[in-house]
């Protein structure tokens, strides 16, 4: 018997391991599994499944990554624990928050990305017997338990090519068995939890690959640092003469600094490593440290003077808040750093309890923004219903649809709580968004009317063809919001805001009926058309040839005609069959056996396209 004050023998550990990628891959299968599903809806409902399994794959890297280094007991208790956090933290952001909205990503990287510093927190700290192990060991274990992940994937993904191949290769005399078996989610997961627990064991019983892993990581990380430093040295000089208006003009200065002082940070501690201790440090890196800490928190500075700008000017989002935690962290970053240039001792030294310290600041904020205590969805409705409520924002231009779909349950209970508001308007577009099914364009425009300062005024759209003439007054008057096609462009529902230049419009006459139709590009290159019919104003949608690009400069040149099209349609029946043309590539070859070098001259007078050898 191990007793349980150790950890796991190397062989316990593998039987561990593969027991949990086994047992864990079924489970997961039966959830996600539509029969599975069926069978288990009456305990579970269809979220609670979903985030169930999403908590045991969390679980299972957590079980692997410590089954050979955390004593037995530690092990136990952490695992339990973590889970319950996980359950509660999954739970939040699939049913309360509501994840189905482009900030689902940002959420499933925050989540993994706390349980990667957390373990390897817990895991040191159990290894050392202490609260907090040395800042040496944390930076072993936190490097090493990154390179196994990433060799433990790419293992996993080259074991599946290989699988997939060799399902090829049977189906090309007949047998499927393979493929189909691959495509059993009941095969599948155990299979994958498998192979992902053989390498992960595999990197732990080969700690020199690990170590070389790390090493050329962070050579090649380290002198990258002399050059990011440059550029952000040359940039803040060049701010100085330019002043901040052409940073704030880009509309994306916050994404850009910030992703500047992540870069900043990882290769700080690439290029510090464990100070001096191990290795000497080259005193071009010794520079480009210092440097770097000081622009770190100039960058992080103007990052959250940017976003303070954009939250004072139209309030807080999802997105933004998102951007808030990294600007809060980026700071704790900044500030750190810098002290740790001017403080005195050997080279940086404050840099390794300053580590330890804002790997469980950033914990702590991660835990926050994944619950109820800083939710994003929860912060972000919380301020734009004080801006609709206290006049800030007009009920007509509020984003409804931000509350009805994007917030979870958080934006229905404000929808609920607007519903009672005093003021008329608000109660009456709050109702409309809790009672209708809204289209995108209903989410946006709530009661389907925009303000007049909103809305645009078509007969300044530029016509370029035929020149200089205007757009039938029906279609200027035209209400494009009350169109339920998504298709129709934005800069016919309301005034664009930060495109370079506005829709073109053009008339051709496309169907043959003497009326010309209306042709709009947008400045994406998207492409509509608008016909008359029964005094109305219809959509027809445009295709373009995806291996073909389409020039607006040409639209806005007038470069525009009419000409027949490659086939006709063919009536069968009372149906229309449409048929479309399928470019290829011209320097595609069909021809899978061409002739040998050394073959006679003589060649066929087919052309090798026109008859392609059979697979």
């Not at 490097?143 to 290769?169: D, E, H, S, V």
């Not at 200089?468 to 005034?495: H, I, M």
Request: proline content about 5%; glycine content about 6%; some cysteine.
């Amino acid at each position: 018997m191990i007793p349980v004050s150790h950890p796991l023998s190397e062989r316990a550990a593998l039987f561990v391991r593969l027991w949990v990628g086994l047992i864990i891959g079924l489970i997961v299968a039966f959830l996600v599994d539509d029969k599975g599903l069926k069978i288990s809806e009456s305990v579970l409902s269809a979220d609670w499944q979903d985030v169930l399994a999403q908590c045991l794959v969390l679980v299972a890297f957590i079980i692997c990554a410590g089954a050979s280094v955390m004593r037995r007991v530690s092990l136990a208790i952490w695992t339990a624990l973590s889970a319950a956090l996980l359950l509660l933290i999954l739970w939040h952001i699939r049913i309360y928050s509501g994840d189905r909205n482009s900030s689902e990503l940002q959420f499933i990287l925050i989540v993994l990305a706390l349980v990667f510093i957390a373990n390897e927190l817990v895991s040191s700290a159990d290894q050392a017997r202490k609260p907090f192990a040395p800042y040496e060991l944390y930076f072993d274990e936190a490097w090493k338990r990154g390179a196994q992940l990433i060799l433990a994937i790419g293992f996993t993904l080259l074991f599946w090519g290989i699988l997939w191949m060799g399902a090829a290769l049977l189906g090309f005399i007949g047998f499927n068995w393979l493929e189909e078996l691959l495509k059993n989610v009941f095969f599948a997961f155990p299979v994958t939890g498998l192979a992902f627990a053989s390498a992960v064991h595999l990197g732990d019983i080969q700690p020199k690959l690990l170590v070389n892993v790390r090493g050329l990581a962070l050579g090649v990380l380290a002198w990258l640092l002399p050059v990011i430093t440059l550029i952000g040295t040359i940039f803040g000089i060049s701010l100085a003469f330019s002043g901040l208006q052409p940073l704030w003009d880009t509309k994306a200065a916050t994404v850009t600094l910030l992703g500047a002082c992540i870069g900043f940070v990882l290769l700080i501690n690439a290029a510090f490593q464990q100070d001096e201790t191990d290795h000497k440090v080259h005193v071009v890196l010794k520079w480009s440290v210092k440097l770097a800490a000081l622009l770190l928190l100039v960058f992080a500075m103007l990052a959250a003077w940017s976003l303070g700008l954009r939250i004072n000017q139209y309030g807080l989002t999802i997105d933004r808040t998102f951007a808030g935690m990294v600007v809060v962290i980026a700071l704790a970053y900044g500030i750190g750093y810098s002290t740790a240039v001017f403080w005195r001792g050997p080279w940086m030294e404050l840099l390794k309890p300053l580590n330890i310290g804002l790997a469980v600041f950033k914990c702590i904020v991660f835990i926050a923004i994944l619950t109820p205590l800083a939710a994003p969805a929860r912060l972000s409705v919380d301020n734009q219903v004080k801006r609709l409520t206290s006049g800030v924002t007009k009920p007509d231009t509020f984003d409804w649809g931000f509350l009805r779909y994007d917030t979870g349950t958080y934006g229905t209970k404000a929808i609920d709580q607007l519903i009672q508001s005093p003021n008329a308007t608000i109660a009456k577009m709050a109702a409309h968004a809790k009672a209708e099914k809204m289209d995108v364009r209903h989410a946006l425009f709530g009661d389907n009317d925009l303000s007049q300062a909103q809305r645009p005024d078509l007969s300044k759209l530029e016509v370029v063809l035929p020149k200089g003439a205007a757009l039938p007054a029906s279609f200027v008057a035209e209400n494009f919001n009350k169109e339920v096609e998504d298709f129709v462009p934005d800069c016919l529902v309301r005034k664009p805001k930060d495109d370079p230049w506005t829709c073109k419009a053009a008339m051709l006459d496309l169907d043959g009926d003497a009326q010309p139709e209306v042709l709009i590009m947008t400045p994406s290159g998207d492409v509509t058309a608008f016909k008359q019919w029964r005094n109305k104003w219809v959509l027809i949608r445009g295709n373009v040839d995806p291996s073909q690009k389409l020039a607006t400069e040409s639209f806005k040149k007038a470069d525009i005609r009419v000409v027949n099209p490659l086939f006709k349609d063919v009536m069968i029946g009372e149906t229309r069959v449409q048929f479309l043309a399928k470019h290829r590539s011209p320097d595609i070859i069909l021809d899978a056996n061409p002739p040998p070098p050394t073959a006679p001259k003589a060649q066929s007078k087919k052309p090798a396209a026109q008859a392609p050898s059979k697979p």
